[in-house]
T-cell receptor
Framework: NAGVTQTPKFQVLKTGQSMTLQCAQDMNHNSMYWYRQDPGMGLRLIYYSASEGTTDKGEVPNGYNVSRLNKREFSLRLESAAPSQTSVYFC??????????????FGAGTRLSVL | DQQVKQNSPSLSVQEGRISILNCDYTNSMFDYFLWYKKYPAEGPTFLISISSIKDKNEDGRFTVFLNKSAKHLSLHIVPSQPGDSAVYFCAARSGNTGKLIFGQGTTLQVKP
């Protein structure tokens, strides 16, 4: 059972380059999320998708776009990378149930450096 | 404006003793609180949670306490083990979207 899978694990970009971070979950979760983690800042929500076909901005959406391709996949795109986007990016999906409420399952992360 | 704050960046505890990690929040509309644990090069994993209608939730060595009047929650780990060494994130849920607001994290080191 893979859970939440993120690719790539590492990436180095030059300023102005574009790239797409991929995320897929096999748990049949409806909601998916993209976060970035920076030192001393915790995890900050970039975008989320409450269901297939819908996306909404989170706390720090500027410079990013997302696509909820289907129920399994939620991708994050940097159109023109900037050094300020150097970070570790985490994808998460959510399980909702009677007992386990609002537990988000995270991928292993993508470490991105923009030079 | 940081709505969820973990004011201690790090904590060091001897094996077998109690670890207490603290978290403060400002938004009284938060209705669910969670703790996540993160090892290096891995994603955060869920540890324990508490609803705002409760003041305590226990799961094995882990207990979370919620003081709504003080807008404060804490995670107690008893007894602490070296494998508990990790970064701990406090998170609060806002509304029904599942959106979580995370604190900055506290790095716990449990010394043998």
């Amino acid at each position: 059972n893979a859970g939440v899978t993120q690719t790539p694990k590492f990436q180095v970009l030059k300023t102005g380059q574009s790239m797409t971070l991929q995320c897929a979950q096999d748990m049949n979760h409806n909601s998916m999320y993209w976060y970035r983690q920076d030192p001393g800042m915790g995890l900050r929500l970039i975008y989320y998708s409450a269901s297939e076909g819908t996306t909404d901005k989170g706390e720090v959406p500027n410079g990013y776009n997302v696509s909820r391709l289907n129920k399994r996949e939620f991708s994050l795109r940097l159109e023109s990378a900037a050094p300020s986007q150097t970070s570790v990016y985490f994808c998460a999906s959510i399980f909702e149930g009677k007992v386990a409420k609002n537990i988000q399952y995270f991928g292993a992360g993508t470490r991105l450096s923009v030079l | 404006d940081q709505q969820v704050k973990q004011n201690s960046p790090s904590l060091s505890v001897q094996e077998g003793r109690i670890s207490i990690l603290n978290c403060d929040y400002t938004n009284s509309m938060f209705d669910y609180f969670l703790w996540y644990k993160k090892y290096p090069a891995e994603g955060p994993t869920f540890l324990i949670s508490i609803s705002s209608i409760k003041d305590k939730n226990e799961d094995g060595r882990f207990t979370v306490f919620l003081n709504k009047s003080a807008k404060h929650l804490s995670l107690h780990i008893v007894p602490s083990q070296p494998g508990d060494s990790a970064v701990y994130f406090c998170a609060a849920r806002s509304g029904n979207t599942g959106k979580l607001i995370f604190g900055q994290g506290t790095t716990l080191q449990v010394k043998p």
